[in-house]
């Protein structure tokens, strides 16, 4: 079973899944699971292994001083340049 298989079957247990507090817990999970197997999916169809690795990078040369600072939220990938 491939991975658009398993979206499908995922969606339509959604579908057919009533909402109120009782089920609440078991949506959430199918929610987890289709991100996950669509983020799998788009991690497969880009061929690459996220973290930067995967494209084609470039050189700076060292010249001079320069301080440099990089400002955003957390767990944005700051890191990874």
Request: glycine share 16%; proline share 1%.
């Amino acid at each position: 079973m491939g991975v658009m298989e398993k979206i499908k079957e995922i969606e339509a247990e959604m579908a057919r899944t009533q909402k109120n507090k009782a089920t609440n817990y078991h949506l959430g999970t199918l929610k987890a699971k289709l991100a996950k197997l669509r983020n799998d999916l788009l991690v497969e169809q880009s061929g690459g292994s996220g973290g930067g690795g995967g494209e084609e990078g470039f050189d700076v040369k060292r010249l001079g001083d320069a301080r440099v600072a990089l400002i955003g939220f957390p767990s944005v990938g700051k890191s990874t340049l």
